[in-house]
């Protein structure tokens, strides 16, 4: 990818963060000026140098979901690239590697026998709270902090699930502070355009996020099914 294109596509998704961009419509291309008029190219320049084109994509995904007014300065570090690197990998591991982090999330919210405490096992978390609990609910702070991988993130809370009466983003579109202060609304809002981009960058992608977000809420939200067991090592049979 030439620093020009670069260029381009970094105003594309910023501006499609900020609202102000039509990323399905245009297909990311958006006219820009030269970059040779551009005080800042030498960074634009950096990237196109040392990130290959799905962590370019990957890098302006996460940087501008968490910062749309960040400055092109600001995606040229390591952390960054690094970020950049790893969300870009999760393309090729594929479905093991969501089904697995899908199989510890659930351990969190349903029991798990263990033979060392027995009775005493600690009663497990509840999914209600960790989804709807306090202002800025408990699940998009941990996508705020990074312990909630952003493509995890919309195939776990974006996906309705008529059968449980699950519909995350319409309940807290219905509340009228959630946009608000530190509402969760302009969250979701972000995480609807990142699902958008994520599905345009990887094949079946669709597909893969409803299977898995099926079955991850049939394993949570039916009381009906039977307790993870302690030798499990996958929440999908």
């Not at 040229?76 to 990998?89: G, K, M, P």
């Not at 974006?158 to 202060?181: C, E, H, K, N, Q």
Request: with cysteine; hydrophobic share 40%.
């Amino acid at each position: 990818m030439t620093a020009e294109h670069v260029f381009a596509l970094s105003r594309a998704y910023q501006c499609y963060y900020k609202g102000t961009f039509d990323f399905q419509k245009y297909h990311g291309k958006m006219p820009c000026p030269p970059l040779i008029q551009q005080r800042d190219r030498q960074f634009y320049h950096r990237i196109a140098n040392h990130l290959d084109d799905a962590t370019i994509h990957a890098l302006f995904t996460l940087a501008y979901f968490y910062k749309p007014n960040a400055y092109i300065a600001d995606l040229v570090t390591r952390d960054i690239w690094s970020a950049a690197n790893v969300f870009a990998s999760r393309t090729q591991n594929g479905r093991p590697l969501f089904e697995s982090e899908l199989y510890d999330l659930s351990r969190r919210f349903v029991s798990v026998p263990s033979e060392q405490e027995g009775d005493d096992a600690p009663a497990p978390a509840s999914i209600h709270t960790w989804l709807y609990a306090n202002g800025m609910p408990a699940c998009i702070q941990e996508v705020i902090r990074g312990d909630l991988p952003l493509d995890l993130a919309c195939l776990l809370l974006l996906i309705p699930r008529p059968t449980f009466d699950y519909d995350w983003p319409a309940y807290w579109f219905s509340r009228p502070d959630a946009s608000v202060g530190l509402g969760p609304q302009p969250w979701i809002e972000r995480l609807k355009k990142a699902d958008l981009l994520i599905w345009a960058r990887r094949t079946g992608w669709r597909v893969l996020s409803h299977e898995l977000a099926r079955d991850f809420w049939a394993c949570i939200g039916q009381p009906s099914l039977a307790p993870i067991q302690k030798n499990q090592t996958s929440l999908f049979p």
